[in-house]
């Protein structure tokens, strides 16, 4: 291997606060929801289903979504399965296997917990932002998550 | 609670594509790891003790640096231990708590993991951005992810 190209001081800090910010959000993003008995994976499922035709997606297209292993995203599901707020259903026509499907009482629990997850949202970062850095957020991590999400189905 | 202030289309594709950029990342340096045995997680606690006088940091200081809680660094930090890359280290004198301590072989792995590590960073993030890019990520998260820090500090 050629020497390793260090990250210069500042790519090092960049790459740094990119991480801790991330982390914090999500910690603090998560915490805030378990006022309403959620955990932030579990309200990105809900909100994945409730934006979806019939309330419903395959496991496979979920997992995609929601960039996670298919084992992980069922153990997921088994525990949102067991609170009552999606169920697991099959199609006999499709061997593609098998669906989640929003329950009414998770339907209920979304549109709940919604307004005060996107307050914290807006708290935490969307408000601190002018809208210049809205926009390079966009710009900046749109094209690295859609490199790598073809890196990841081409696997 | 007044009407929520829903995100804009363009605040959420922001907010979107920085979580799932962020969530891609983590999974495809934590892969690349594991060709070095490591996990992402792993690296980071390797990072901070390699960077620390006497390759050593307090448990909690540890759980501070890596934004994780106390109970979740200790089972980290145990699975280390069984791999030979840490020992944990109590010290009479202070009772602060225990140490986490670089191994020789943690030195060792940290060390020719590096290279490839960054070359990662690289290449799916850093090589990627024009040095405003640079710029705009470290200004947009550092200050968020010190507001965060300070509110999970505070608590």
């Not at 982390?23 to 909100?47: A, C, K, M, P, T």
């Not at 002018?130 to 690295?144: D, L, R, S, W």
Request: glycine share 4%; hydrophobic share 40%.
């Amino acid at each position: 291997m050629e020497d390793p190209r260090w990250l210069s001081a500042q790519e090092q800090r960049a790459w740094r606060a990119h991480l801790a910010a991330h982390r914090l959000l999500f910690h603090q993003l998560d915490r805030e929801l378990h006022e309403e008995g959620l955990s932030l994976n579990d309200y990105e499922i809900l909100v994945n289903l409730s934006e979806s035709p019939d309330h419903r997606m395959r496991m496979s297209e979920l997992a995609d979504a929601t960039i996670q292993s298919r084992s992980r995203l069922s153990h997921q599901i088994s525990r949102m399965e067991a609170a009552g707020l999606v169920v697991r259903a099959s199609c006999d026509d499709d061997r593609r296997g098998t669906f989640a499907v929003l329950t009414d009482l998770g339907w209920k629990t979304i549109q709940r917990a919604a307004p005060g997850h996107v307050a914290g949202v807006r708290r935490h970062l969307i408000d601190l932002l002018t809208p210049e850095q809205v926009t390079a957020i966009e710009e900046i991590f749109g094209p690295i998550a859609d490199r790598l999400q073809s890196i990841r189905t081409a696997r």
